[in-house]
Structures are given as structure tokens and as C-alpha cells.
Nanobody, 125 residues
Framework: QVQLVESGGGLVQPGGSLRLSCAAS????????VGWFRQAPGKDREFVGV????????YYAESVKGRFSISRDNTRNTVYLQMTGLNPEDTALYYC??????????????????WGQGTPVTVSS
């Protein structure tokens, strides 16, 4: 049974940083693209970024480019989302997802087969 588990969310002040983790069991993340999505209260879920299976290939939403970065630790079967320069607009439930999306679909939720349950991030003073 495949399971993705996010962790690392919490309350942080504006300008602060957090690192989210996405740990997998039942599949090897190194064989899949891993995307991060988020859903703010009252809004649709949106794409944040993705680490494609190809080495060192990453794409990010314009809203987080330069502030967020994704990394992998294949020995731990875990993917991370490092978030810096957080602002209240980053408040959301953050999800990781794994799949094999084609390049044109990397921002599309339906292109990812497995999803975690989400971890909440609140940016507030």
C-alpha cells in the first residue's frame, strides 16, 4: 500500500522559514515526480512546485519562485519543500503528490496518482 506522509507544518511569523517533508512508503520516490500543492482557506488547490524524476529538474509557481525550493533524499525516500520568506499569503494546507506527469501536465493535480493528507502552514504575527 502506497502512503505519502507530509510533516513539518506549523505556525511561523512573516519572513520566517519552514521545511516540509514528504515521506513515502510502498513506492520509491526516486522513480517518480513529486509535486507540492497547497490549498488556502476558501480557495482551490494550486501548484507550488515539482521535482521531476530527471535529476535536478525543478519547476515552481511564480508566486514562490526564489523563495521555495525542493530537494530529495533518496536514502530516506523523502522529498522536502524548503520555504523561506514566508508571508501570510502562503498560509495553506500543503500536500505532496507523486506520479509520472508529462511535462505539460506537471501543474495538473490529476497527473499525480498518490497524495498525502496535507500539513498545515500558517504565517501570522
Amino acid at each position: 500500500q502506497v502512503q505519502l506522509v507530509e510533516s513539518g507544518g506549523g505556525l511561523v511569523q512573516p519572513g520566517g522559514s519552514l521545511r516540509l517533508s514528504c515521506a513515502a512508503s510502498g513506492l520509491a520516490l526516486r522513480d517518480y515526480a513529486v509535486g507540492w500543492f497547497r490549498q488556502a482557506p476558501g480557495k482551490d488547490r494550486e501548484f507550488v512546485g515539482v521535482s521531476r524524476r530527471s535529476a535536478n529538474t525543478y519547476y515552481y509557481a511564480e508566486s514562490v519562485k526564489g523563495r521555495f525550493s525542493i530537494s530529495r533524499d533518496n536514502t530516506r525516500n523523502t522529498v522536502y519543500l524548503q520555504m523561506t520568506g514566508l508571508n501570510p499569503e502562503d498560509t495553506a494546507l500543503y500536500y505532496c503528490a507523486a506520479g509520472q506527469p508529462i511535462l505539460s501536465a506537471i501543474r495538473t493535480e490529476s497527473a499525480y496518482r498518490w497524495w498525502g493528507q496535507g500539513t498545515p502552514v500558517t504565517v501570522s504575527s
